[in-house]
Structures are given as C-alpha cells and as structure tokens.
C-alpha cells in the first residue's frame, strides 16, 4: 500500500487526503500549524491519522508520494528534506487531476481570479455540469471524489502551478501578470511570470490559451517563450481576428468565424478591468458551446464576489465599499480608478515589497484622507505623507472605520482596499472585509 503524506490540513489538504484513502493510498496528515475544529472531525470521521501544530520527520519521510498546501514554501526544511530523498512533492490540483477525465478550464492572473471564475461558472452552469474549485470554495480533490463533475472551473494561483508536473487543462485564462509574492520568488519577477506560465506547459494545439493582448508582460514573454496552445488573445485596444476585443464599447468574441456581440453598459460588473474579466469568461463559454443569448444574459445577472468591490452600505450619503481581497498594489490601482468621488482610502496590513508609484496619478486627484491599518505603517507614511492632508495611523478596523466617518462627507466613498496580504491583523482577507463590514453596520 503507498504512503501519501499530505503538509497541511486546511481545505485542500483535507480534499487530498479523503481523496487519497478512496483511491487506496495510506495517508497521513501533518500540520505545523493548527487544524481547524472542522477539519479535524472529517479526519477523525473517515478514521484518517493526523498530527497538528508540528511534522514529525519520521512520519513524514517514509511517504511515496507528498501532496503540499500551497502556502507552504518550498524552502521550508521538510520540503528540502523530502526533495532531497527523491519523493515527490505535488499540489492538490495536480493530484486530482490525475482521477478525473472533466473538461478543465484553469485561470490565473495576479488580479481578477476570483471574480472571473466565478462570472465563467455562473456562465457555464446555466448550461453545463460544472463545478467551481481550486482556490475558491470546496477543494478540487474532494469534488473529484464526491460530485465527479464532466467540467470544472478552477482558480489557480502560482503557489499551486508551482508543485504541478502533468496538469493540463483543456482551457486555461492568464488575465494578467504584475509582481505580487515576489518574497516567495527570490525577489526575481521572472520566476513569478515563470510560475503562472506552467498553466500552459503541457498544452497541446488542440487546448486553449486565452490571454489579455494589452498586457506586455505576458506578451514579451509569449514571444520568447512560444507554447504550443492555441492563442485567444482579448483586448480594449487592439483588433482581434480570433478572441474578444472591444470596438465603441461593444464587446466582440470571435473564434472560427463565429462571432458574439454585446454592448459592455449591459455587463452588471462595471469598470474596464471588469470588462477583460468579461472577455475572458465568454471566450470560455464560447469555447464549450454556451448559446449566446445565455453568456449575453449571465454577464448582464452576475453580481460579483465578496470583498471584491463589495458595495456595503450609504450612510448619510457616504458610500463604504469592501474591496479587501485588493492584497496587492495592481488590485487596489483598478478599486481607486474606478472611484468617481472624492475618497478616503483605508489601506495597510504585511506589505509583499510593494511599489506604489502607480498609484500616484490617483492619490492626486481622488484621495482625500488616507488611514493606514497595519501592524508597520512607516512605508505609508514615507509614500503618500506629502500628497494627503490627513494620513492617521490605527492597528483596529472598528477604529480606522469610525475616523472614516468622521472624516467623510455627503458624496464621498470610504474604500478598504488595503493593497497588503492580512495576515499581520486579520486572519485572512475574508476575516478583515467581515470586520469592516461589521465595524460599517455599527456605525
């Protein structure tokens, strides 16, 4: 009987895991950190042996084969060790994808993720069996195991392309490349644009890469580093003969010379970068055959996702919008650009080597106050001190919630868009949007 090992007991681990022991493996989950209440019970429940809050080498060693929490870095010393003795380290989305036959759509990008897997399952779904996984909602493994879906959307990240050796989807989406997580990189954004590549790596000509034309760098790359997928390229500003483009706000999709046309103001999610998201998710829909009449009448009933842009609440006509999963500075350049009032900007938390320079333009003409909530504000400061008449410093949402309030005025937004990973105050970005949320409704 082989030996799975799984490092790290949270969603995915514990897909993996129930995965493995239907699929015949003996497994063993270890932690270094703490298992959650829930996860601990469908361990226990499926009788599978567990350690929490520590690896113990011995256990973890003597495995076949090892399936590894993307948050977990490479360079952590169990991983070495592991590699070092020739087992093979892999993550859940490579490991389920080897017991199911579906149709997979893979996405990835830096920003939009999450709302474009979404927007393209709510597509899909009004026509296909289809399921939603990866990085959002129940794991990939414990779909495969449970639902079998013949089609699967999955929001990947570069954590979980980098631990991938044969996964191959059939569709995947590059949205966009800007340099988030380069601690986990070296510091080097070539290895990053590297990572979110593998997506491709083992395409065919007869698989898909749909990809924004009107980002360089994935553009620069593509022209050195050719894949072999069929390219969909989208666009805003170029012509396209075969993918989307947008021409006097209309959104064309063509592939085969068989073509969709919408006008964007009917799109329920606004804003340009929402308009690529669309492009992408009706490429997809396109691709498996979605009618049109149905891809034209999910993009105009899909509200979007929490904590993206999340509309909270109007208190004495100020608005409070919940953008916390922004935690990167190209997140929170696409919430300030599509502010069309005067706006005080909630923003801080573990800063990933951020430069925010390209947020200037917008700190000018649209920020009025600027709260900064993190445990290190001190880069804030440095940045934006001499562009803002008021700049404060809080380390509690309730707090930084209610300055806003007094600062605000009939007309103006309060945005959290914090630009950081929230991991210093919060217990994710969820936690951190749940708390400003709460803090709003208080007010």
């Given at each position: 009987?082989?030996?799975?090992?799984?490092?790290?007991?949270?969603?995915?681990?514990?897909?993996?895991?129930?995965?493995?022991?239907?699929?015949?493996?003996?497994?063993?989950?270890?932690?270094k950190g703490k298992i959650k209440?829930?996860?601990?019970?469908?361990?226990?429940?499926?009788?599978?042996?567990?350690?929490?809050?520590?690896?113990?080498?011995?256990?973890?060693?003597?495995?076949?084969?090892?399936?590894?929490?993307?948050?977990?870095?490479?360079?952590?010393?169990?991983?070495?060790?592991?590699?070092?003795?020739?087992?093979?380290?892999?993550?859940?989305?490579?490991?389920?994808?080897?017991?199911?036959?579906?149709?997979?759509?893979?996405?990835?990008?830096?920003?939009?993720?999450?709302?474009?897997?979404?927007?393209?399952?709510?597509?899909?779904?009004?026509?296909?069996?289809?399921?939603?996984?990866?990085?959002?909602?129940?794991?990939?493994?414990?779909?495969?195991?449970?639902?079998?879906?013949?089609?699967?959307?999955?929001?990947?990240?570069?954590?979980?392309?980098?631990?991938?050796?044969?996964?191959?989807?059939?569709?995947?989406?590059?949205?966009?490349?800007?340099?988030?997580?380069?601690?986990?990189?070296?510091?080097?954004?070539?290895?990053?644009?590297?990572?979110?590549?593998?997506?491709?790596?083992?395409?065919?000509?007869?698989?898909?890469?749909?990809?924004?034309?009107?980002?360089?760098?994935?553009?620069?790359?593509?022209?050195?580093?050719?894949?072999?997928?069929?390219?969909?390229?989208?666009?805003?500003?170029?012509?396209?003969?075969?993918?989307?483009?947008?021409?006097?706000?209309?959104?064309?999709?063509?592939?085969?010379?068989?073509?969709?046309?919408?006008?964007?103001?009917?799109?329920?999610?606004?804003?340009?970068?929402?308009?690529?998201?669309?492009?992408?998710?009706?490429?997809?829909?396109?691709?498996?055959?979605?009618?049109?009449?149905?891809?034209?009448?999910?993009?105009?009933?899909?509200?979007?996702?929490?904590?993206?842009?999340?509309?909270?609440?109007?208190?004495?006509?100020?608005?409070?919008?919940?953008?916390?999963?922004?935690?990167?500075?190209?997140?929170?350049?696409?919430?300030?650009?599509?502010?069309?009032?005067?706006?005080?900007?909630i923003v801080g938390g573990q800063?990933?080597?951020?430069?925010?320079?390209?947020?200037?333009?917008?700190?000018?003409?649209?920020?009025?106050?600027?709260?900064?909530?993190?445990?290190?504000?001190?880069?804030?400061?440095?940045?934006?001190?001499?562009?803002?008449?008021?700049?404060?410093?809080?380390?509690?949402?309730?707090?930084?919630?209610?300055?806003?309030?007094?600062?605000?005025?009939?007309?103006?937004?309060?945005?959290?868009?914090?630009?950081?990973?929230?991991?210093?105050?919060?217990?994710?970005?969820?936690?951190?949007?749940?708390?400003?949320?709460?803090?709003v409704r208080n007010l």
């Open positions: 009987m082989k030996r799975l090992v799984v490092l790290g007991g949270g969603e995915s681990g514990v897909g993996a895991a129930l995965l493995g022991k239907a699929k015949g493996f003996e497994v063993f989950v270890s932690d209440e829930k996860y601990i019970n469908v361990l226990k429940h499926n009788e599978i042996e567990w350690e929490s809050e520590q690896h113990t080498e011995s256990q973890v060693l003597n495995s076949d084969l090892v399936v590894k929490s993307p948050g977990i870095p490479d360079t952590v010393p169990i991983v070495k060790q592991l590699k070092a003795k020739g087992i093979s380290v892999i993550s859940e989305i490579e490991f389920a994808s080897q017991y199911t036959q579906a149709t997979l759509v893979g996405i990835t990008g830096s920003n939009g993720k999450t709302t474009t897997a979404s927007l393209t399952h709510h597509v899909l779904k009004q026509e296909l069996e289809v399921g939603l996984a990866g990085n959002i909602g129940d794991s990939f493994a414990k779909q495969v195991l449970e639902n079998n879906f013949p089609n699967y959307v999955l929001e990947i990240s570069s954590f979980q392309l980098d631990n991938c050796v044969h996964f191959k989807p059939h569709i995947a989406v590059l949205l966009n490349i800007t340099p988030d997580h380069l601690d986990r990189y070296d510091y080097k954004f070539d290895n990053y644009i590297a990572s979110k590549f593998r997506i491709a790596m083992n395409q065919t000509s007869e698989d898909y890469l749909i990809y924004d034309a009107d980002d360089e760098v994935i553009t620069n790359w593509l022209e050195k580093h050719p894949v072999q997928s069929t390219l969909l390229p989208f666009s805003l500003t170029k012509i396209i003969e075969n993918g989307a483009y947008l021409e006097k706000e209309t959104l064309k999709i063509t592939i085969d010379n068989n073509q969709i046309i919408m006008p964007t103001k009917d799109i329920a999610l606004q804003g340009k970068h929402n308009i690529k998201n669309a492009m992408a998710a009706s490429t997809v829909a396109h691709l498996l055959k979605i009618r049109k009449q149905t891809i034209r009448e999910s993009l105009e009933n899909f509200h979007g996702v929490e904590h993206r842009l999340e509309q909270v609440l109007k208190i004495n006509k100020v608005n409070y919008i919940n953008d916390s999963k922004a935690t990167n500075v190209n997140a929170t350049y696409y919430a300030l650009e599509s502010m069309n009032a005067p706006t005080v900007w800063d990933k080597g951020n430069d925010y320079q390209e947020l200037f333009p917008f700190i000018n003409e649209k920020v009025k106050a600027i709260i900064c909530l993190g445990v290190d504000n001190k880069k804030l400061f440095e940045n934006f001190e001499s562009m803002v008449d008021i700049i404060v410093e809080t380390h509690y949402m309730n707090e930084a919630v209610k300055i806003a309030y007094k600062i605000a005025e009939s007309g103006d937004n309060v945005l959290l868009s914090p630009a950081c990973a929230s991991f210093d105050l919060f217990e994710n970005y969820e936690d951190r949007g749940r708390q400003f949320k709460e803090s």
